[in-house]
């Protein structure tokens, strides 16, 4: 269960330095797991004062928006918990100039690192059927960008800007957990996780953190087309 496994995380963290820091997937699936995390079965396994959220990727909206990942995150996971804004590092993606945005959240993580002196303990992530993570889409610039952190991806599909991690960002991090669940999602587990490595194509298989650990959590629709289940 991925609700397990971010507890265990987050504990050992906390255990280990005092702090846990995570990086938010957006999208629809981890709403579940947020609200599963909030939920009385689960709001009372992690000291969540102790906690820092950062997100993932986000989309160039306001974050009142309905698009907004930092909102569905408010609304299932920060504000049942009661979490303080100065835990929570979203991207100012009201922002006119996406760049800007991205230059900011990039100077945040960096002043994260610096503080606490060690990259983010747990980067989630959902994954498209195209086979993007985070907001790193097939054929896109950001995939090829290796020195920044965060940068303003152009999506021409999507006729528009999205604010991401790179994936020198994700795979620097300390644990990446990708959550992905349903049959739509299978044929993109599978050419990603058993096809022809073509990163390019399927970004997802970019995400090697360098010397973190790397989980897979699938429900069984997700997992179905795989060989090696
Ligand atoms: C986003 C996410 C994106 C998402 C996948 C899967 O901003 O949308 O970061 O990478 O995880 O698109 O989205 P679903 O969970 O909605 O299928």
């Not at 995570?22 to 906690?51: C, F, I, M």
């Amino acid at each position: 269960m991925a609700s397990g496994l971010f507890v265990r995380i987050a504990n050992e963290a906390i255990s280990a330095r005092g702090s846990f820091s995570v990086a938010l997937a957006g999208g629809s699936t981890p709403r579940h797991l947020y609200s599963l995390l909030s939920s009385t079965d689960y709001n009372s396994k992690v000291e969540w004062s102790r906690v820092e959220f950062f997100f993932g990727d986000e989309r160039h909206v306001p974050p009142d928006s309905d698009q907004s990942n930092y909102r569905m995150a408010k609304e299932t996971l920060l504000d049942p918990l009661n979490i303080s804004s100065n835990q929570i590092h979203r991207w100012q993606s009201e922002r006119a100039n996406a760049a800007d945005a991205a230059d900011d959240y990039e100077t945040g993580l960096k002043a994260w690192f610096d503080r606490s002196g060690r990259p983010i303990d747990l980067v989630l992530l959902g994954l498209g059927d195209d086979a993007h993570t985070a907001s790193l889409f097939p054929q896109t610039p950001g995939l090829l960008e290796i020195e920044r952190l965060a940068v303003a991806n152009w999506v021409e599909k999507l006729n528009s800007f999205r604010l991401t991690l790179t994936f020198s960002a994700i795979n620097g991090a300390t644990n990446v957990m990708f959550v992905v669940a349903g049959n739509e999602k299978a044929e993109a587990v599978r050419k990603v996780l058993e096809g022809e490595f073509r990163p390019d194509d399927f970004p997802a298989q970019f995400v090697n953190p360098e010397s973190g650990n790397l989980f897979w959590m699938l429900d069984r629709a997700a997992a179905s087309l795989l060989r090696n289940e």
